[in-house]
């Protein structure tokens, strides 16, 4: 009897793996490091830059690529939150600009002072992203039209309320910390370093990045362990929504008005760099680190394009290229493509 | 019979659908530091025991007592909490996360660093490693998520997961379902040296001779009644086969 042969050696459970165990080639080895669709087409695209413009490497413009990846990276954060745990955010870019439009008829219409303004502005912010949240875990929408939706309506509160013109001016303090800089380096960009540190902390050594993650992977198993996902969903979108408007905050800071159109198109530039940067669209897996060079990669293309004077139209055309390179990765990374099955 | 003592044991459990009893005044008793084998065909109401027993499903009527005393199992959460741990058939793993991160999963080990709880990622893996090789299941590379893992290692970081945290009780439905023949010796090895660690154990299988390898007494369903209940002394392979299929009705 063949199983009674297993029992009485009762030799210890040494699974053989068919392909795990044999040596990796380098590029199978590449593909695994999560970061590597943003990493290598980044590279590429700072040498060719480079080569086609000598100014590139000027610290005024180093530092204003940094400036705008902030302005996608600090949303994109919260992103990878919500892709991470199967969701979908198409509302930051309304966000975003509700951001600005909230402080700008706070602080210039109604004179509120700009600490108070600050602090109100935030609070819509979390509360934008809650509404979102709710929708989707007490009313069941699927994330992708609860935000459609919000999509819309932050959109039309922003416009309906300023009939479309920017409100100006801000208040010089608070131009003044839009401008500020610590140690010579914008204080955005300081703020985006701190924010990627966090991100990166909460997501891999804390229960929430955790249960973030389980929840992406397999929400019911995820439940039966114990786990509040509805929670979890919750809490992503109240944190998305708070850091749209925290970038909508550094953006009218620096241009001493709210612009009404801030914003828009963001959306589907913050999925794109963290799809980019890696995050499965399966969800279950992603990195702050990824999303951080998705987005340099996103405004290092428009910049470099800018430079070369290449017609910003093309871009789009490259990102598409782009964008299906990197699923082709997460799909050849998840072995569903190319397996030896 | 050997009086052993009675870890657990559900007393007259009915359950009726509708008109339909699924389960009819059944008594089953799991003693201390055995292996029993709940068999029966399809429909024959294996599953609602085991549901009623982990706290998934109420019963109708009948009574449950844990080490002697009685309990009300309202959720699986109850059943925990009494050391009754249920591995089913879906294996409720999470794929994309690796092996010690499903096994601590909802139990994370953490420390206070500033107020912050920070997860202990190595000492995860050290206990969860360490778990697994006292079962016998070592695994080359375990770091891997388990997706990538073969169906035989997927059950058996499932039974870890729940073996690991419970050390009175552990119910496994169907734990060979769907494996090659190798894979199977594996689980069945398995659970032989969970019997050892001191686990009381629950099989549902539809397996004789998976049931007659590891299991110590076996208990027959049909269609919601009791068949029998034999020692795997007293029995035969042959006897289990003519209960479950009712040649034999006792």
């Not at chain 1, 801000?170 to 010579?184: D, H, Q, W, Y």
């Not at chain 1, 114990?226 to 929504?241: E, L, M, R």
Request: aromatic share 8%.
């Amino acid at each position: 009897m063949a199983l009674g042969n297993f029992l009485q050696k009762g030799e210890a459970f040494m699974v053989e793996t068919d392909s795990g165990e044999k040596k990796k080639n380098i590029i199978v080895q590449l593909f695994e490091i999560r970061e590597i669709g943003a990493i290598l087409p980044l590279i590429i695209l700072v040498i060719i830059s480079s080569i086609i413009n000598s100014s590139f490497y000027s610290l005024d413009n180093i530092l204003n690529i940094l400036r705008s990846t902030a302005y996608l990276f600090i949303p994109a954060v919260g992103m990878t939150f919500v892709l991470c745990a199967s969701g979908i955010d198409l509302s930051v870019g309304s966000s975003m600009g509700l951001s600005g439009v909230m402080l700008g008829m706070l602080m210039v219409w109604f004179k509120v002072p700009v600490i108070p303004s600050v602090i109100i502005t935030l609070i819509v912010g979390a509360c934008a992203g809650a509404v979102n949240g709710l929708l989707i875990t007490t009313l069941k929408f699927p994330p992708f039209i609860a935000t459609l939706a919000t999509y819309y309506s932050y959109r039309g509160l922003v416009m309906g309320v300023t009939k479309g013109g920017p409100i100006s001016p801000m208040p010089e303090s608070f131009n003044r910390f839009g401008l500020a800089t610590i140690l010579g380096i914008p204080n955005i960009v300081v703020f985006m370093v701190f924010l990627l540190i966090v991100g990166e902390f909460v997501l891999t050594k804390t229960k929430y990045g955790r249960y973030v993650l389980a929840t992406g992977g397999n929400e019911e198993s995820a439940r039966l362990a114990g786990i509040n996902t509805s929670k979890i969903v919750f809490a992503n979108y109240v944190i998305v929504g708070f850091l749209s408007f925290v970038s909508g905050l550094f953006f009218s800071a620096r241009f001493t008005s709210a612009q009404p159109s801030l914003g828009t198109g963001y959306e589907l530039r913050i999925i794109t760099a963290c799809i980019i940067g890696g995050v499965s669209l399966f969800g279950g897996a992603g990195s702050m680190i990824g999303t951080f060079f998705g987005s340099l990669f996103m405004i290092v293309l428009e910049n470099g394009m800018t430079m070369a004077r290449i017609s910003g139209y093309w871009k789009q055309a490259i990102l598409g290229v782009i964008i299906v390179i990197a699923v082709i990765i997460d799909l050849i990374r998840k072995k569903e493509l190319f397996a030896k099955k | 019979m050997v009086e052993k003592e009675v870890i657990l044991e559900g007393r007259n459990i009915t359950k009726t659908y509708g008109g339909v009893h699924a389960l009819d005044g059944i008594t089953l008793t799991l003693h201390k530091n055995e292996v029993l084998a709940l068999l029966g065909d399809n429909g024959a109401g294996k599953s609602t025991m085991i549901k009623i027993l982990s706290g998934a499903i109420q019963p109708t009527s009948g009574e449950i007592f844990v080490e002697g005393k009685k309990v009300v199992l309202s959720s699986t959460r109850d059943a925990k909490a009494l050391g009754i741990e249920t591995v089913f058939q879906h294996l409720a793993l999470v794929d994309c996360l690796s092996i010690e991160k499903n096994i601590y999963l909802g139990k994370e080990i953490t420390k206070k660093i500033c107020g912050i709880e920070v997860l202990q990622n190595k000492a995860m893996k050290e206990g969860a490693l360490k778990f697994l090789s006292e079962v016998g299941f070592t695994i080359p590379n375990p770091n891997r998520p388990v997706e990538e893992l073969s169906g035989g290692q997927r059950h058996a970081v499932a039974i870890s997961k729940c073996a690991f945290w419970t050390e009175k009780i552990l119910i496994l439905d169907e734990p060979t379902a769907a494996l090659g023949v190798r894979e199977t010796g594996k689980i069945l090895n398995m659970i032989q040296e969970l019997k050892k660690k001191g686990l009381s154990i629950i099989l549902i299988t539809h397996n004789i001779e998976h049931a007659f390898l590891v299991a110590d007494r076996f208990f027959v369903l049909r269609a919601g009644q009791k068949v029998g209940e034999k020692l795997k002394e007293e029995t035969t392979a042959d006897e289990i086969v003519k209960m479950i299929t009712g040649a034999i009705y006792v």
